[in-house]
């Protein structure tokens, strides 16, 4: 029970670029969602997906798309990469309808420059 | 005002210390709590619920404060290892987004 896998663990890359942030869990948890936490910003909700083929928009989904086309995988695409894009994505599971406890990735640090 | 508040610290204690922390939320709709642990350059973990008759485990002590709006999380006979930042988490009104608070960053020192 690998719980929520997340990769790339690292990533570089130049302004205007993109690329699709892998997360997946195997916990066959309805609701996942993506963040990312800057230095004293917190963590932000940026999409979240209540389901398969479910999606929403979080508190900063700009420059940001996601789609949820099964259960276990929930891909974050950035569009073309901006360096205040630069930060450390989470990516978080739950099972919603019995309890919204969330179960996070180990996380990818970004660097856009 | 933020929705959810936290002292953002750090609180630096001894080992053997007790210390506590506490959380306000601005959402009386609010129905689910939760205090997790974050450490340095790692992602959150689930530290505990937080249950209207509060619950321990172990050292750790969570309280709900619901005509006051806020939570607490006392933790007991600090460890060096209890050092982290502890986040406040709240969940309003049966919706599954929740909203996290910037954290509370604590020190145990020998």
């Known amino acids: 029970n690998a719980g929520v896998t997340q990769t790339p663990k690292f990533q570089v890359l130049k302004t205007g670029q993109s690329m699709t942030l892998q997360c997946a869990q195997d916990?066959?948890?309805?609701?996942m969602s993506w963040y990312r936490q800057d230095p004293g910003m917190g963590l932000r909700l940026i999409h979240y997906s209540v389901g398969a083929g479910i999606t929403d928009q979080g508190e900063v989904p700009n420059g940001y798309n996601v789609s949820r086309s099964t259960t276990e995988d929930f891909p974050l695409r950035l569009l073309s990469a901006a360096p205040s894009q630069t930060s450390v994505y989470f990516c978080?599971?739950?099972?919603?309808?019995?309890?919204?406890?969330?179960?996070f990735g180990p996380g990818t640090r970004l660097t856009v420059t | 005002r933020k929705e959810v508040e936290q002292d953002p610290g750090p609180f630096n204690v001894p080992e053997g210390a007790t210390v506590a922390f506490n959380c306000t939320y601005s959402?009386?709709?609010?129905?689910?709590f939760f205090w997790y642990r974050q450490d340095c350059r790692k992602e959150p973990k689930l530290l505990m619920s937080?249950?209207?008759s509060g619950n321990e485990d172990g050292r750790f002590t969570a309280q709900l404060n619901r005509a006051s709006q806020y939570i607490s999380l006392l933790i007991r006979d600090s460890k060096l290892s209890d050092s982290a930042t502890y986040l406040c988490?709240?969940?309003?009104?049966?919706?599954?987004?929740?909203?996290f608070g910037r954290g509370t960053s604590l020190i145990v020192h020998p």
């Open positions: 959402n009386s709709a609010s129905q689910s």
């Open positions: 937080v249950y209207s």
């Open positions: 916990m066959n948890h309805e609701y």
């Open positions: 988490v709240v969940n309003g009104g049966g919706s599954y987004i929740p909203t």
């Open positions: 978080a599971s739950s099972s919603g309808q019995y309890s919204y406890e969330q179960y």
